[in-house]
């Protein structure tokens, strides 16, 4: 099998699975081939390390990036075709202290938006009604949950002509009714920087791949405050772990209050039937922001809507012993 081969089959089997990110990492004498998908990471296979490292270096060549450096971090781009969906292909690469090299390949899917599913769809429905409003809307859950394409679908579906912006690092999902623009720091096209500027643009929503640094989520807020809709994403282990975290960067409580419309966690579940959905704890401003406890960080109704699901066979009992803990 040629190496451009044994790359498709195994980025083939990522898209089967609606990975995010295919990972090369070495072990004692031979490398892993992992998979992240539904916020779970997978072994796929096991190469031999001559194997995996001619894969490596094919995707770096590919990439633009120098094959010959295996210590130093690399950063590229490459764009496949699979089953006739082009996908584009975010590459990072860098060596341990004994000089093996690591890969990771990050999938970005073009029609990715079209497979989401919610899990619940009365919470899409009260995601929608939340879009009505101004103000600051948070997503929070693990890399691979969903949280970007929940973004895009609830924009889209907003039914009103409007002028929307992005900004990512990188942009995930291409759409051509929005503005979307992409961090390059090293062209000082920070998250900080982009915000700024595309507040003089006037956009009516924003979306902002990911609050995290004090500066971004200063005028994160700022734009709720003043009249914008500002949808993003944020580190938290749970929905009661979103405004801690905004107040670590800087931003106090009674701020929040006046900016902040909803915060949410999210998980992409396996379904019984096969596929996954999106499921979330959500709560708003007319809700307590935080828990009386402070290591609570999910609501009651998180477990408790997911033991429904199980009942009506919509998730496995092994799902929902997984993830009523979230």
């Known amino acids: 099998m040629s190496v451009e081969t044994q790359l498709s089959t195994i980025i083939q089997a990522a898209v ?3 990975a995010s990110d295919i990972y090369w990492l070495p072990t004692a004498n031979e490398y892993q081939i992992l998979l992240q998908a539904a916020g779970e990471l ?15 270096n094919h995707i770096k060549y590919r990439s633009n990036m120098a094959i010959s450096d295996h210590r130093r971090p690399q950063l590229g781009a490459m764009s496949v075709v699979i089953a006739e969906e082009m996908l584009n292909l975010r590459i990072s690469a860098v060596g341990d202290f004994l000089g093996r090299e690591s890969l990771v390949v990050r999938l970005l899917y073009q029609s990715r938006q ?20 101004t103000g600051l809307i948070l997503f929070s859950g693990p890399m691979g949950a969903g949280k970007t394409s929940t973004m895009y679908d609830l ?15 990188p942009v995930e999902i291409y759409e051509p009714k929005f503005l979307q623009l992409q961090v390059n720091a090293a062209a000082q096209m920070t998250y900080h920087d982009l915000l700024k500027v595309g507040l003089r643009h006037h956009p009516e929503i924003f979306i902002i791949g990911e609050i995290r640094d004090a500066e971004t989520a200063q005028i994160a807020v700022q734009a709720a405050l003043s009249g914008h809709l500002v949808l993003s994403t944020i580190h938290a282990r749970g929905v009661y772990g979103v405004v801690p975290r905004l107040q670590q960067l800087g931003i106090d409580v009674e701020t929040l209050r006046q900016a902040l419309t909803a915060a949410s966690y999210q998980r992409l579940l396996p379904l019984a039937t096969g596929g996954q959905a999106a499921y979330f704890d959500l709560i708003t401003t007319k809700q307590p922001l935080q828990a ?17 699901q199980q009942a009506l066979g919509r998730i496995t009992k092994q799902t929902l012993a997984r993830y009523r803990g979230h």
């Open 155 to 169: 924009v889209r579906q907003m039914g009103r002509q409007q002028v929307v912006m992005t900004i990512e690092d």
């Open 292 to 308: 009386a406890d402070p290591a609570q960080m999910m609501t009651t109704e998180w477990g408790r809507q997911l033991e429904g």
């Open 42 to 56: 997978q072994t796929l296979m096991t190469l031999e390390a001559v194997a995996a490292q001619q894969l490596i």
């Open 16 to 18: 089967d699975q609606q």
């Open 114 to 133: 079209a497979a989401l599913q919610y899990l619940i769809p009365s919470q899409r429905v009260q995601l929608q009604n939340l879009m009505q409003e």
